[in-house]
C-alpha cells in the first residue's frame, strides 16, 4: 500500500512543526522570504502561501523562488480569493495567483482553485512512492 501524503491546513506559517516533514502545506500566511526560510526548515512536499496583495517588487510571493531552488512545488493564493491567515479558507475557496517551476512540473497554474490543485499534487507525489 502507497503512503498516503498528509494534508496540513494552518493559519500561520509558525504553526509549522517537525512532524508536518513531507506534508502538503495550506497556510494563510505570506509568501515572502522570511516566512519560506521558516518553512523550508520542515521539508514540506509542497507549500500554498497567501500572495498578501504581492506588495513592492513582488515580496509577499519571493519566497516561491526559494522553494523553487530546493525543488519543491509552492503557489500563492490570490489575496481576493482567501483572507490572509486563513487557511481552511485559503484551501476551500483560494485560487492560485502564482507558482514556481516545480508546480508547474505537475501542472499547477495560476487561476486553478487551490484544493484542486492539492488533489493533483497528492496524485502524483503518491504515485512517486
Known amino acids: 500500500m ?17 512532524e508536518h516533514k513531507g506534508a502538503i502545506i495550506v497556510c494563510g500566511s505570506h509568501g515572502g522570504a522570511s516566512a519560506a526560510f521558516h518553512a523550508l526548515k520542515f521539508e514540506p512536499a509542497a507549500i500554498f502561501f497567501s500572495d498578501a496583495g504581492k506588495g513592492k517588487d513582488n515580496a509577499g510571493i519571493e519566497g516561491l523562488a526559494l522553494f523553487n531552488a530546493q525543488n519543491i512545488p509552492a503557489a500563492s493564493v490570490d489575496i481576493w480569493s482567501a483572507r490572509i491567515g486563513d487557511g481552511k479558507d485559503a484551501y476551500e475557496y483560494g485560487r492560485i495567483s502564482a507558482v514556481n517551476g516545480a508546480a508547474e512540473q505537475y501542472g499547477l497554474a495560476a487561476g486553478m482553485l487551490v484544493n484542486s490543485a492539492v488533489a493533483m499534487l497528492k496524485k502524483h507525489i503518491e504515485s512517486q512512492t
Open 2 to 18: 502507497k503512503n498516503r501524503t498528509s494534508l496540513v491546513i494552518l493559519d500561520s506559517i509558525s504553526h509549522l512543526t517537525p
